[in-house]
């Protein structure tokens, strides 16, 4: 409690009293903002209500539930197949009881053209010869001072300059931070003088348009090239005297000069007019003074053939299949280009005896193995010797083709060719369009515009090509027009014709097997659905289908009391009563209350947040009529199916089956029961018939397609399409979700800050927010005015004291 000073007013309580109509104004935002945070997590429960409706019962992959299919209306099941037979049987309505056999005589295929010749190639990366170092050339001296090799074999030119930086580096070698090793673009590597960069010169100053810009330099030890790179990124964010970064379009660009020795600089075209100052960048690179035994040194740069050397870096090991190990020995000599590396290895891979199955060849710069064989080609070192690295191999490789080389380096030349009469035009030469298209671009080409399955298989090492459906109406034909494309990856198969599956079955109708021959390898015969996919040649099972009333039966069942459990927990939010005394709790009326008496305050105030709500009452009205509105061409009504509605009106339309008997004394489930034994294709198409105008659901029906689609598809698929109405999350044309989703949204998905609750909480949560804002600065205000009253109070205190030592001075 804050006293006044001098009024010994309790401030604090006072503003706080003046403050009240206010904070109570914030209060009532508040709760009227949590009231329509619980209506969004109302709508929520009742769409994810419904979404595990959905997913138990209309989701085709919960085959065992799905009430869509007409197998869960068939009152047989399948009985006495082998756990071993790879025949699937599956019964729908329209099924007959009895014995069945089965033997499968062809199964059906798809048109299949498959390369008649092996292709496997491999574009080697480039690789390292190995460097070989003894007592010859061993030694390098730099400006006198002598550096020993420690290895008598390295990888490359960068393992070799990584160990003369690491001698350089060495406390008392006499060259540290003086010069480095660098290897540069052509494989040499250059001794480079380093400049130092300090405090006494990292400043570098660049004037544009008569304004002074610095740039800070990193101190160190810098290559001519490395320093060029740094003053660049440190030119980016060069400022003037106030802190203004220079504009890359009107800057300044350090380059290289032509012969390495020297930075330039240069101004961009917006600002050609600029000076540079600050750092002393003069001296040259050269003057080091390498020499070496062995060594090619020139220009104070050391140069390493691509030698092949007997013993070295010369043999490799080939592997085909089964056949035995060969050795292939390269021939000693420098390798000044691809081509003499060809020459080396098709000569090795025929001393070998390995021509013409493997050869080699120069492509774009790189070497191409290639292997017209089927079996699998490995590849692997020699102890000490290994040419693997030189290939750019690791010393164990398995050569298998992949789909990401270029077709050019398979064909290279224009072609032009047809398949299945569509016609393809590539050019894969050198300077062709389609020169660097992969395998897998051009097989995908094919398949999208021929309508035919294309791949390449790593096992077979061959091309196929095959319909995308089964049966003997499927063809494949390939054709060269020019060039040779397709003997290049099919040989001379360049047609196929697929087969239709031949079955000899007997059934209870006819003891006689029939031979029936289908398209496909999944089919349906009166009723009963045969996957024959996985079968062989010749394999024969026998089975009967036998009466099971009580699992379609207990399906519909199912269905039916989870529906009403749905229309009971609608009815209960639409109907329950709403206690208007109960508003959401403050957080200040929180603070005097126990946990559990909040529970059960909140339980009041949440009571009837959805009461008489016009969205979940419409969708319970469209519900009940799906079940009553007549399905057209189905036969039976629902009375005759033995279901009805609770006779009690606050149940809102649950489905029960009907108590009544009827002629022949049986009450709706001996009703439904029967119908599901004798005419099951009936009860499929009460529930579950699709729409024949309008098969396939969709939000951007007209009125008139809906109706005409709503009175031609069962009662489960008007469930279906009801549930999506409501509850989907994928837009109309007009951008419209289900009616619950544009309302409340969905967790986890676009929809939960994408619907009209959301954004009305935006809103909300923006004016609390703006009207605490005041408050503080209301508040605040009161503060200051008695802050300034007791100010007042204290000045006139002070005058009347003064006044009163007047008039008491004035009288003594």
Do not use: H
């Amino acid at each position: 409690m804050r006293i006044g000073g001098l009024s010994g007013l309790d401030t604090d309580n006072m503003i706080k009293n003046m403050m009240k109509p206010y904070t109570m104004r914030v209060d009532k935002m508040k709760q009227n903002a949590q009231i329509v945070k619980w209506q969004q997590d109302a709508y929520r429960s009742v769409i994810s209500g419904i979404s595990d409706m959905t997913k138990k019962y209309f989701d085709v992959l919960n085959g065992d539930n799905y009430m869509l299919s007409s197998k869960n209306f068939s009152s047989l099941k399948p009985s006495g197949i082998p756990d071993t037979s790879t025949i699937k049987i599956n019964t729908g309505s329209g099924a007959v009881s009895g014995n069945y056999s089965l033997k499968v005589i062809e199964l059906a295929s798809k048109a299949e053209a498959i390369s008649d010749k092996a292709i496997n190639i491999k574009t080697l990366s480039e690789g390292d010869y190995g460097i070989k170092i003894d007592s010859s050339n061993n030694k390098i001296v730099i400006d006198s001072k002598e550096i020993t090799l420690s290895k008598s074999r390295y990888n490359n030119a960068s393992d070799i300059a990584a160990e003369i930086n690491s001698k350089i580096n060495e406390d008392g070698s006499g060259l540290k931070d003086t010069v480095k090793a660098v290897v540069k673009k052509d494989g040499s590597i250059k001794i480079e003088n380093l400049f130092k960069i300090d405090d006494a010169n990292k400043e570098l100053k660049v004037t544009v348009d008569g304004k002074e810009y610095t740039a800070e330099l990193t101190k160190g030890n810098f290559t001519l090239e490395e320093l060029t790179d740094s003053i660049n990124s440190k030119l980016k964010v060069a400022k003037d005297a106030d802190g203004n970064v220079l504009a890359e379009d009107k800057g300044v660009k350090a380059s290289l000069s032509t012969d390495g020795k020297s930075i330039e600089f240069a101004g961009t075209t917006a600002q050609p007019n600029y000076s540079v100052a600050g750092v002393n960048l003069g001296g040259t690179t050269g003057g080091t003074g390498i020499t070496g035994t062995d060594v090619t040194v020139a220009d104070n740069s050391i140069t390493y053939a691509n030698e092949i050397i007997e013993g070295f870096n010369d043999t490799f090991n080939i592997q085909i299949g089964t056949d035995s190990l060969k050795q292939v020995k390269l021939a000693a000599g420098t390798i000044n280009s691809l081509a003499d590396l060809e020459t080396k290895l098709n000569d090795a891979f025929d001393a070998a005896g390995l021509k013409p199955t493997l050869t080699a060849t120069v492509k774009d710069e790189r070497i191409v193995l290639s292997s017209n064989s089927d079996k699998q080609v490995i590849i692997t070192g020699e102890s000490g010797k290994s040419a693997t690295s030189l290939l750019g191999l690791s010393d164990r490789y398995e050569m298998s083709m992949s789909t990401n080389e270029k077709m050019s380096n398979i064909v290279n030349e224009v072609v032009e060719f047809e398949i299945n009469g569509v016609n393809f035009k590539y050019d894969f030469t050198s300077t062709g369009a389609e020169k660097d298209k992969t395998i897998s671009q051009i097989l995908a080409d094919i398949s999208d515009k021929a309508n035919v399955e294309t791949s390449y298989s790593e096992i077979t090492k061959s091309f196929v090509l095959r319909s995308k459906e089964e049966g003997a109406t499927q063809n494949i034909k390939c054709e060269d027009k020019s060039g040779s494309f397709v003997s290049s990856i099919l040989g001379s198969n360049t047609t196929a014709k697929g087969k239709d599956a031949k079955i000899e079955l007997k059934t209870p109708n006819n003891s006689t097997a029939t031979t029936i021959i289908k398209p496909s390898n999944n089919f349906t015969i009166d009723g009963v659905n045969y996957n024959i996919a996985g079968a062989k040649k010749d394999e024969e099972i026998s089975f009967s289908l036998d009466g099971n009333v009580e699992d379609s039966f207990n399906k519909i069942k199912g269905f039916i009391d989870d529906y009403n459990k749905l229309i009971d927990e609608l009815q209960k939010k639409t109907s329950e009563k709403k206690y208007r005394k109960y508003e959401p709790l403050t957080e200040e009326q929180k603070k005097d209350m126990k946990e559990n008496d909040i529970k059960l305050w909140e339980e009041k105030a949440k009571s009837g947040i959805l009461r008489n709500d016009s969205n979940i009452e419409n969708m319970l009205s469209t519900l009940r009529r799906a079940f009553f509105d007549s399905v057209e061409g189905a036969g039976l009504s629902l009375k005759e199916l033995g279901l009805t509605t609770s006779k009690d009106y606050q149940e809102g339309g649950k489905i029960v089956f009907d108590q009544t008997l009827d002629k022949n004394g049986n009450n709706g489930e001996a009703r439904l029961k029967k119908l599901l034994k004798e005419e099951p294709d009936k009860v499929f198409k009460i529930f579950s018939q699709e729409s024949t105008s309008y098969p396939s659901y969709s939000a951007d029906l007209t009125l008139t397609e809906r109706q005409v689609r709503n009175k031609e598809e069962g009662i489960f698929q008007r469930i279906n399409d009801i549930f999506k109405d409501y509850t989907r999350t994928s837009r109309s044309a007009s951008g419209k979700r289900g009616i619950l989703v544009d309302k409340a949204g969905i967790e986890g998905t676009v929809s939960e800050i994408d619907n009209i609750l959301y954004k009305d909480l935006e809103k909300r949560e923006k004016a609390i927010q703006d009207m605490e804002l005041k408050l503080i600065e209301r508040e605040n205000k009161y503060y200051i005015q008695f802050a300034q009253m007791e100010k007042y109070i204290n000045q006139a205190n002070s005058q009347a004291s003064w006044l009163a030592q007047q008039l008491g001075g004035g009288m003594s």
